[in-house]
């Protein structure tokens, strides 16, 4: 069974037009394409970044934040208590009073120290200042780095400035060493953040909704790789990230309380979110995506409209983020 899905899953007429194979993707005379299989190699990328997250939220994220005044405050741990630990993990963090009464008789203690016991068990699972300094920073450090090195791998390609380039010659566009590494930078960075979803994130809402984005995320790369639409994806990537640092930097600045240097800093991550995902996207990005192939006579395929279907839902998203965005603004002027 799971080789024939192997086999109907990477069947031609899902990824290639009409009478192009895999075996037209071979390497040869200096070409090189993408190719499915180097995806695995996002996997030990993704433990690489980890190594580096470590170091750098432990060598510069934490000297930074006592800089800009964040202190670290230990939380006071709860005495080790099976029986109220395993109801808290498997019952309730909340326990309502007549449950606390059965709990304090079970532990023979007095009804105070389970109410206490509790509420610092509680505070455990929220995460200090000095951690979510730590996450943002670790967040803005690749947004930035991948936003630089982005604009240094495509300010001097020709689909950076007219983007009907990025359908010329496809599907037999050959890959270049900075797609290469762009794509495998991005897809780890992806992975590592749903390998630690468990840590930064503790509220199982936000953790269902983080595990979604990623994984759409990683699906949306991965599937522009395998079908070669290697221009686009970069483009895509790169419109992304030139907002995001901005808004991971409002963050840590609103966790040290620089108010002033905070709201700034949103502003201009909402100026420069609505000019890449709210025009730049819609009307640059997607326009090729959906009508530029018809123009090549490019045959589309089941995997052209699942990118484009993707790259839709997407749209749809930054439209509801950026009335999410557009009522903080509006509160944030009329409140001053």
Known sequence: ILKTLNSWFWWENIWMPINVTWAHFVDRDGLVFPKPHQLYATIPYAFVLLIIRFFSERYVAIPLAKALGIKNVRRVKPQPNPVLESYFRECSKHPSQSEIQGLAKKCNCTVHLVEKWFRRRRNLEIPTVLRKFQEAFWRFSFYLTSSIAGFIFLYDKPWFYDIWQTWVGYPFQTLLPSQYWYYMAEISFYWSLLFTLGIDNKRKADFLAHVVHHLAAIGLMSGSWCGNYVRLGTLVMFVHDTADFWLEAAKM???????????????????????????????????????????????????????????????????????LIFKILRRFIFLK
């Open 253 to 323: 600045f609103n966790y040290a309380h620089w108010e002033k240097t905070c709201n700034m800093l949103f502003i201009i991550f909402s100026i420069a979110f609505f000019i890449t995902r709210i025009i730049l996207f819609p009307f640059w990005i997607l326009r090729a995506t959906l009508y530029q192939p018809t123009y090549y006579s490019t045959t589309p395929v089941i995997a052209y409209f699942l990118f484009n279907g993707q790259l839709l839902i997407l749209q749809g998203l930054h439209l509801y983020w950026g009335y």
